[in-house]
């Protein structure tokens, strides 16, 4: 059972370059997350997904794209890299658990994957 | 939005000793009080939590206190072990959006 998958794990990009980070989840959870961490700050919501083909913003999600075309993928892309960009994204999923209108479902982590941008 | 503060950001203690870290968060809305610790090269794994309906939990020497009204939780970690050093994070639930903060580096030292 391989939980939640990122690749890559790690990869530089010049400023302008795209990219794309995939997420792989084989626990068949409704609910996937990006999260950037940055030093001092914690894990910041980049965007989120509540079930295949819906997306919605988090946090900071200006310069980030997403799509769950299926249940078990979650995307996120870099239409033009910047510096500011540089971070450690970490994808999660969880079950749904509802409670009170919130879910409290168990977040599990891939491993994280480290970009930088020159 | 939610705003969720953590101290203190590091937190060095004996090996046998008593660690807590206290998080304050911003959203009276907010019902649901997740703990996840961060080892080194890792993803961040749950730990424990609590509910806005709940004021104590405990989990072996791993313990959760919530305050609502001060809209205040802390962590408690009681006999601390070298294994216990890593990076901790509380975060606040509100609806579909879990908000982190800040992380607390704790360090034990045998």
């Known amino acids: 059972n391989a939980g939640v998958t990122q690749t890559p794990k790690f990869r530089v990009l010049k400023t302008g370059q795209s990219m794309t980070l995939l997420c792989a989840q084989d626990m068949n959870h409704e609910y996937m997350y990006w999260y950037r961490q940055d030093p001092g700050m914690g894990l910041r919501l980049i965007h989120y997904s509540v079930g295949e083909g819906t997306t919605a913003k988090g946090e900071v999600p200006d310069g980030y794209n997403v799509s769950r075309l299926k249940k078990q993928n979650f995307l996120l892309g870099l239409e033009s890299a910047a510096p500011s960009q540089t971070s450690v994204y970490f994808c999660a999923s969880s079950y749904l658990r509802s409670s009170g209108g919130s879910n409290t479902g168990e977040l599990f982590f891939g491993e994280g994957s480290r970009l930088t941008v020159l | 939005g939610e705003n969720v503060e953590q101290h203190p950001s590091t937190l060095s203690v004996q090996e046998g000793d008593s660690a807590v870290i206290k998080c304050t968060y911003s959203?009276?809305?907010?019902?649901?009080f997740p703990w996840y610790k961060q080892e080194l090269g890792k993803g961040p794994q749950l730990i424990i939590d609590?509910?806005?309906?709940?004021g104590e939990k405990k989990d072996q020497r791993i313990a959760v206190t919530l305050n609502k009204t001060a809209k205040h939780f802390s962590l408690h970690i009681t006999e601390t072990q070298p294994e216990d050093s890593a990076v901790y994070f509380c975060a606040a639930n509100r609806r579909n959006m879990l908000t982190f903060g800040g992380g607390t580096r704790l360090m034990v030292k045998p």
């Open positions: 609590i509910r806005s309906n709940v």
């Open positions: 959203d009276s809305a907010s019902n649901y």
